[in-house]
């Protein structure tokens, strides 16, 4: 099946410092790509989906000027937390599709895990 | 309120015999309804899907019920094994907007040897 990866895999960082994620679809290009955050023993919540050359599009709760999403190209999408916060830490998982419609469509990252102490 | 839930945050069955995963909905929009395996530390993959028009779709081990008017999904795998040990999530959308999803919380399989 199709490879999708993040990077880092785990990060800490300080309170106030801005950490980047980054999802890359390696063998196929992706227009669609989610963002997702898991804490523990919950399930995966629906950050913002992100197509490529626009603007992404947020969940309600979901800060944009906290989480910026950049989908710059059909292989990668980004992550920032800005001026992350202990609140923060998480399990920050990524998906990536090629129709962005049926979600058997789309393959998951592994994850990166967010420590902000 | 929480949209889709699986009630049971884990199970444990004997290899060979059949795990039966639960799954409950509340919005009766859903109408294409996924199942994912988790390792820790790796994203979910796609295990198998149903949409509301058949009430049963099976892929080799795994099947999967639905019954639309309880609002109730289920996993079945038969026979289990070992392998299948993993986190599983069921997961609704919506055709108009069936990019977007709401997880369950997961049930921890192990199947022991």
């Known amino acids: 099946g199709a490879v999708v990866s993040q990077h880092p895999s785990r990060v800490i960082c300080k309170s106030g410092t801005s950490v980047k994620i980054e999802c890359r679809s390696l063998d196929f290009q992706a227009t669609t790509m989610f963002w997702y955050r898991q804490f523990p023993k919950q399930s995966l919540m629906l950050m913002a989906t992100?197509?490529?050359?626009?603007?992404?599009?947020?969940e309600q709760g979901v800060e944009k000027d906290k989480f910026l999403i950049n989908h710059a190209s059909l292989t990668l999408s980004t992550l920032t937390v800005t001026s992350a916060h202990p609140e923060d830490s998480s399990f920050y998982i990524c998906?990536?599709?090629?129709?962005?419609?049926?979600?058997?469509?789309?393959?998951f990252g592994p994850g990166t895990r967010l420590t902000v102490t | 309120d929480q949209q889709v839930k699986q009630n049971s945050p884990s199970l444990s069955v004997q290899e060979g015999r059949i795990s039966i995963l639960n799954c409950d909905y509340t919005n009766s929009m859903f109408d294409y309804f996924l199942w994912y395996k988790k390792y820790p530390a790796e994203g979910p993959t796609f295990l198998i899907s149903?949409?509301?028009?058949?009430d049963k779709n099976e892929d080799g081990r795994f099947t999967v019920f639905l019954n639309k008017s309880a609002k109730h999904l289920s996993l079945h795998i038969v026979p289990s094994q070992p392998g299948d040990s993993a986190v599983y999530f069921c997961?609704?959308?919506?055709?108009?907007?069936?990019?977007?999803?709401?997880f369950g919380d997961g049930t921890t399989l192990t199947v022991k040897p």
């Open positions: 997961a609704a959308s919506h055709s108009t907007n069936a990019g977007k999803s709401t």
């Open positions: 998906s990536a599709g090629t129709t962005g419609e049926l979600l058997d469509e789309q393959y």
């Open positions: 149903i949409s509301s028009i058949k």
């Open positions: 992100s197509n490529e050359g626009s603007k992404a599009t947020y």
